[in-house]
């Protein structure tokens, strides 16, 4: 049973440049989260999808946008980095909105 | 005030020692609970669901606590591999999950 999987591992990227990281949910699953890890602290929710809408969104500005596809697989994209973008980017699938996440190895971007 | 708080640790034990971790939360609304494990740049893995009966799993603990607003964490009989750093999560009627900053747990011989 194929858990959480995430592409790509490592991205380095320059500021003012845009990116698009990838995640397929845990197989049965059907709700994608994305979280932003900074080292030292716990993950922050930026938004969460379910049948192909965005449902849920936290505190991160509109640079931040998603997409679910009809496989349930999701993407991030991040327009017009900023040295700040930097970190640990999560994406954890669950079965329904509120039930157990499940997370995959993250994607770490470093802006330069 | 931050809507999850933990105490960052490290917690410091010898193997065998019995340990607990508190998490506190700010939103009343909250209705979901989890612990989750988190080993050096890797990824969370979930621990347990808290429930409000309780929740056990082998050496491993779960407490809620609504009227104080906080979750409690105990292991029981730590293992050198215990040693990683313990997040708790709250999750309110929006369903916003909200993690704590985690607390550091180091299990030596």
């Known amino acids: 049973d194929a858990g959480v999987t995430q592409s790509p591992t490592h991205l380095i990227k320059t500021r003012g440049q845009q990116v698009t990281l990838r995640c397929s949910p845990k197989?049965?699953?059907?709700?994608v989260s994305w979280y932003q890890q900074a080292l030292g602290q716990g993950p922050q929710f930026i938004f969460q999808y379910y049948e192909e809408e965005e449902r849920q969104r936290g505190n991160f500005p509109d640079r931040f946008s998603g997409h679910q596809f009809p496989n349930y697989s999701s993407e991030l994209n991040v327009n017009a980095l900023l040295l700040g973008d930097s970190a640990l980017y999560l994406c954890?699938?669950?079965?329904?909105?509120?039930?157990?996440?499940?997370f995959g190895p993250g994607t770490r971007l470093t802006v330069t | 005030r931050k809507e999850v708080e933990q105490d960052p640790g490290p917690f410091n034990v010898p193997e065998g020692a019995t340990v607990a971790f508190n998490c506190t939360y700010s939103n009343s609304a909250s209705q979901s609970f989890f612990w989750y494990r988190q080993d050096c740049r890797k990824e969370p893995k979930l621990l347990m669901s808290?429930?409000?009966s309780g929740n056990e799993d082998g050496r491993f603990t779960a407490q809620l606590n609504r009227a104080s607003q906080y979750i409690s964490l105990l292991i029981r009989d730590s293992k050198l591999s215990d040693s990683a750093t313990y997040l708790c999560?709250?999750?309110?009627?929006?369903?916003?999950?909200?993690f704590g900053r985690g607390t550091s747990l180091i299990v030596h011989p």
């Open positions: 808290v429930y409000s």
């Open positions: 197989s049965g699953h059907d709700t």
């Open positions: 999560v709250a999750s309110g009627g929006s369903y916003i999950p909200t």
């Open positions: 954890a699938s669950s079965r329904g909105t509120t039930n157990e996440q499940y």
